[in-house]
């Protein structure tokens, strides 16, 4: 079992910046690829962001590309988003997940979902 509890949301302007951070608990963090995926009122949740157990490989949504920047420290076992020139469309509640998976933007191949910490960015 894997506990995962997001951090960092909240109120920006557009073209202001955020750090999201999740923490893990349980199983050997530094094991799993994890996740940033989004969820907007009344769409369906979507990929951010994965980062493989080492780090090394990462993949991004193309929207946020070159913007955002998915980052982990397996000491730590946390993982960031760092998020910058914000656009109200990056609006949503921001999930972490976890899988023993390769990265994947298959919200499907995750096995662990974190609670969500709502990002509202206004114009």
Same mark, same amino acid.
């Given at each position: @079992?894997? @506990?995962?509890?997001?951090?960092?949301g909240?109120?920006?302007q557009?073209?202001?910046? &955020?750090?999201?951070?999740?923490?893990?608990?349980?199983r050997?963090? *530094?094991?799993?690829?994890?996740g940033w995926f989004?969820q907007?009122?009344?769409k !369906?949740?979507?990929?951010?962001a994965?980062?493989?157990? *080492?780090?090394?490989?990462t993949?991004?949504?193309? *929207?946020v @590309?070159g913007?955002f920047?998915?980052?982990?420290?397996?000491?730590k076992?946390?993982?960031?988003?760092q998020?910058?020139? &914000?656009?109200?469309e990056?609006t949503?509640?921001?999930?972490?997940a976890?899988?023993?998976? !390769?990265?994947?933007?298959s919200?499907? !191949?995750?096995?662990?979902w974190?609670q969500g910490? @709502?990002v509202t960015?206004?114009?």
């Amino acid at each position: @079992q894997v @506990q995962l509890v997001e951090s960092g949301g909240g109120l920006v302007q557009a073209g202001g910046s &955020l750090r999201l951070a999740c923490a893990a608990s349980g199983r050997t963090f *530094s094991d799993y690829t994890m996740g940033w995926f989004r969820q907007a009122p009344g769409k !369906e949740r979507e990929f951010v962001a994965a980062i493989s157990w *080492s780090g090394g490989i990462t993949g991004y949504r193309g *929207s946020v @590309q070159g913007r955002f920047t998915i980052s982990r420290d397996n000491a730590k076992n946390t993982v960031y988003l760092q998020m910058n020139s &914000l656009k109200p469309e990056d609006t949503g509640v921001y999930y972490c997940a976890t899988g023993l998976v !390769e990265v994947t933007a298959s919200p499907a !191949e995750y096995t662990y979902w974190g609670q969500g910490t @709502q990002v509202t960015v206004s114009s």
